[in-house]
């Protein structure tokens, strides 16, 4: 099945409005020139002008079903207007006669259509006023008005009528017409988008609860087993699966964008929930984030809050251990478009350079470096200073992360 797009909309609008005014101005001209011919006594040029202009346009008109083509359709009926209005404004006052309006629905017609169109044909007819203008002060006169004169009021109140119908009663009809068909479609796309973003809202909302739901499940298991071991393995992954439930929590949180995390509060909130979760002295802590306001796709902070994660935990487990005081630091700031630099370590008791996610037993740390390939970085640590610090360029990811390896 064919899918009508926003273009076909439009295509199909502008060819419909451009079939009712021609065909209005083709019968109207009809109609004018057996006025002017057989009622006003205007026997000369400007009846036959009026004929000529609504048989061609009228075949103009309809060959537009064979060829397909409004552009071709439209410039043709403009230049006939055009050329049309110009000999009967000329040859009935020029400009002193009241058809000259008729040059204004041609430009405005041409704007109707398009912005450029509308441009050249405003320049043309202001060229055109300009040189009737130059012609009437002239002594040298092209052409005569063949308007008689007990003629000219009905000639006069024709013309006007004829402008202002075509004006209001087809293009003005029109374009309201149209004015509220985009208005109801505004308006029904801005409820399915309340719609969605309601329905996204509980997604993220129903997440976060079940993620929290498992975060308290690890919790309740961790006090009840007497290995310290398991208990802080266990632990740990309650502390994963909050930092996504984190996630999840703004995002339902937010009001304006639904996609997006803001990066800081992200940042602040889950650090301090580790340091509060893990030491029991919090006060020997220190937390020196440098986080600029940045937003960020999901799929890019939950690895990055994963990573985040793994590196204040290791700080506060083996770097800075229970009663020693210390700093963790936190900085990221962009460095383009779509790369980003974070910065991050503690000035604890750090560990060995010969240990790599390659040799090593140690989970956090294999996470840190998959996660920022996940996020299509690079990682390396800093040994410039006291304790372990990484520095990691990363991009921001649009689709859906794959899973850790």
């Known amino acids: 099945m064919k899918i009508t797009t926003k273009d076909d909309y439009r295509l199909e609008d502008k060819t419909q409005l451009v079939l009712k005014v021609n065909y209005f101005a083709s019968l109207f001209s009809l109609l004018f020139g057996l006025v002017c011919y057989f009622f006003l006594d205007i026997k000369t040029v400007i009846p036959f002008v009026f004929l000529g202009f609504a048989a061609l346009n009228f075949t103009n008109t309809f060959l537009l079903k064979f060829h397909q083509n409004l552009v071709i359709t439209y410039n043709v009926t403009s230049v006939l207007a055009m050329i049309s209005a110009i000999l009967i404004t000329v040859y009935s006052g020029g400009i002193q006669s009241p058809f000259i309006y008729v ?5 405005f017609a041409g704007y109707v259509t398009t912005k450029v169109y509308g441009k050249i044909y405003l320049i043309i007819n202001l060229v055109v006023v300009g040189l009737i203008f130059l012609h009437d002060l002239s002594d040298f006169n092209l052409a005569n008005d063949v308007v008689p004169l ?11 009528v004829l402008a202002v119908y075509l004006l209001g009663g087809v293009f003005g009809k029109n374009l309201l017409e149209a004015h509220h068909k985009l208005y109801k479609s505004r308006r029904e796309i801005e409820e399915r988008i309340d719609e969605k973003e309601t329905l996204l809202k509980e997604v993220h909302h129903r997440v976060k609860n079940n993620l929290q739901t498992v975060s308290s499940l690890l919790s309740l298991q961790s006090r009840s087993l007497d290995d310290t071991q398991m208990s802080n393995i266990i632990k740990s992954s309650q502390n994963r699966v909050v930092s996504m439930a984190m996630v999840h929590e703004m995002l339902y949180k937010r009001d304006d964008y639904l996609s997006k995390v803001e990066l800081e509060p992200y940042v602040r909130e889950l650090s301090e ?45 083996y770097g800075l251990p229970e009663g020693t005081k210390g700093e963790i630091y936190i900085r990221m700031k962009p460095l383009n478009d779509s790369k980003y630099e974070l910065y991050l370590g ?9 240990i790599n996610p ?6 956090g740390l294999k996470l840190i470096h998959n996660l920022s ?15 372990t610090y990484y520095h990691i360029i990363f991009e921001e ?3 859906e992360f794959s899973s850790v390896d």
């Open 346 to 354: 503690d000035n604890g008791i750090g560990f060995p350079e010969d």
């Open 103 to 107: 040059l204004g629905i041609v430009v």
């Open 397 to 399: 990811i649009v689709e």
């Open 373 to 387: 390939r996940q996020l299509r970085g690079t990682i390396s640590r800093d040994a410039s200073k006291k304790g």
């Open 150 to 160: 007990a003629s000219k009021d009905w000639f006069a109140f024709l013309s006007i």
């Open 273 to 317: 929930y580790l340091v509060r979760s893990i030491r029991d002295n919090a006060d020997d802590i220190a937390l020196n984030l440098q986080v600029p306001k940045l937003k960020l796709s999901i799929d890019t902070v939950i690895p990055l809050g994963l990573i985040i994660n793994e590196t204040v935990t290791n700080a506060l487990k």
């Open 358 to 363: 390659k040799n090593t037993k140690s989970l």
